[in-house]
């Protein structure tokens, strides 16, 4: 065991079990995370502790902001304190489509979710963390997972694309107030991830990253994302924050 503690929202499944199962092999003890207690992350909590480490399913919509403080506290409880928070749970449009057709209800969804909780869990974490003493040797950090839309427009998932904008810009504004208190905030930006949310569309992603609409001709994987998590949050990265980390094999680099 290394000492570290992560708690990585959305776990039960996707990016966010590919950054647990990553993070495990670190040998940090990871509480995970899901919206309800079912099997799906009952299943997620098996597999982190088939890994030699400790693991605790932490259950709470993370868009309920007055449940924060007290799911941190159960972390914490469980696992010891936490070292890490990777804010990885998000949604996705209720219908693509026409901005011009976006319902204030999927906007304010996509907002609370990929935006709002992020910034206050955050907040939370923050709050939390700063304090306590914390050994020197342990490195503290945050790693958001927003998206290339936050850069890139998608017009049929507009209002997605507005939330990880915003999320993206809460990573900037996290780094610079935490700087000082020495706890790292980096953003990472997937590509074209093959998850559950882009299941309906996967088909033609592969296709289009064959063709080249992707440096590296091939669709990542939440195991890819993991990784690069694993690794920021590790502290592979030493002497750095506030970066944004383009994982999209190439997809927003410039061309002619």
């Known amino acids: 065991m290394s000492g570290q503690v992560a708690l990585v929202t959305g776990s039960s499944r996707g990016?966010?079990?590919g950054a647990a199962v990553a993070l495990a092999r670190e040998?940090?003890?990871?509480?995970?995370?899901?919206?309800?207690?079912?099997?799906?992350?009952?299943?997620?909590?098996?597999?982190?502790?088939?890994?030699?480490?400790?693991a605790h399913a932490v259950a709470f919509d993370v868009s309920d902001l007055s449940a924060h403080t007290s799911k941190i506290a159960q972390a914490e409880e469980a696992l010891g304190p936490?070292?890490?928070?990777?804010?990885?749970?998000?949604?996705?449009?209720?219908?693509?489509?026409?901005?011009?057709?976006?319902?204030?209800?999927?906007?304010?969804?996509?907002?609370?979710?990929?935006?709002?909780?992020?910034?206050?869990?955050t907040q939370a974490f923050a709050k939390c963390v700063t304090a306590r003493s914390?050994?020197?040797?342990?490195?503290?950090?945050?790693?958001?997972?927003?998206?290339?839309?936050a850069v890139a427009v998608a017009e049929p998932r507009s209002e997605y694309c507005v939330s990880k904008a915003a999320a993206a810009m809460a990573s900037k504004a996290w780094a610079?107030?935490?700087g000082r208190e020495n706890i790292a905030v980096y953003d990472v930006q997937p590509g074209l991830i093959a998850t559950d949310m882009t299941?309906?569309?996967?088909?033609?992603?592969?296709?289009?990253?064959?063709?080249?609409?992707?440096?590296?001709?091939?669709?990542g994987t939440?195991?890819?994302?993991?990784?690069?998590?694993?690794?920021?949050?590790?502290?592979?990265?030493?002497?750095t924050t506030g970066q944004t980390?383009?994982?999209?094999?190439?997809?927003?680099?410039?061309?002619?």
């Open 176 to 178: 610079v107030r935490l």
């Open 27 to 54: 040998g940090f003890a990871i509480a995970l995370n899901g919206p309800v207690l079912d099997d799906e992350l009952k299943a997620a909590v098996e597999t982190i502790q088939a890994e030699g480490v400790l």
């Open 134 to 149: 914390r050994p020197e040797d342990l490195f503290h950090s945050v790693v958001n997972v927003t998206s290339s839309n």
């Open 15 to 17: 990016i966010g079990l």
């Open 82 to 121: 936490l070292t890490t928070l990777v804010n990885n749970a998000g949604v996705g449009v209720m219908e693509r489509g026409d901005p011009l057709d976006v319902t204030e209800a999927s906007y304010d969804r996509c907002q609370a979710v990929n935006a709002k909780a992020v910034f206050f869990l």
């Open 199 to 219: 299941a309906a569309v996967i088909d033609q992603y592969h296709k289009r990253a064959e063709d080249g609409l992707t440096l590296l001709p091939r669709i």
């Open 245 to 256: 980390i383009s994982a999209d094999a190439g997809l927003l680099v410039p061309r002619f």
């Open 222 to 239: 939440p195991q890819d994302m993991g990784a690069i998590i694993a690794a920021l949050a590790a502290g592979k990265l030493p002497y």
